[in-house]
């Protein structure tokens, strides 16, 4: 197991040590953690490298064509994710993240990866920056 990596076989709840975890390893185990749905528990086994990928149509670990939509073509949740966007966000940030992700999951009816819906989160946030430049004003910028 990777120094900083949470226990596989651990509840799936922070611990008081992984509280005081570096963000890194935190981001790291969520990760790890966040191969399940939004809010079930984890059901799907990641292999840490990814390494096999598909020469013809450039995804990772799946022969499924190109056109298929995203969720049909991949092996796994990380598949076709070769960046990483650290993102530190306060607690009030943390609590309206996990209930959106639970909302998602009640609007589409069905469990949501939380890479999934926290990447959906962050495009339709770029879609609409005008809200996104709100949120900043109340923070105090633009004054």
Known sequence: MKPGASDPFADDEETESAA???????????????NAP????????????????????????????????????????????PDVHQLFVRDETDTLARDAERDLEKLLGEDVYRLDAREAIYLAGMRHLDEAADVLREWGYDR
């Open 20 to 34: 005081e975890a570096t963000a890194t390893d935190r981001e790291t185990a969520e990760d790890e953690a966040g």
């Open 38 to 81: 939004a809010d079930a528990a984890a059901s799907e086994s990641s292999d840490a490298d990814g390494a096999d990928a598909s020469a013809e149509n450039g995804d990772e670990g799946t022969d499924v064509p190109a056109e298929f939509p995203y969720i049909y073509r991949r092996d796994k949740v990380k598949d076709e994710r």
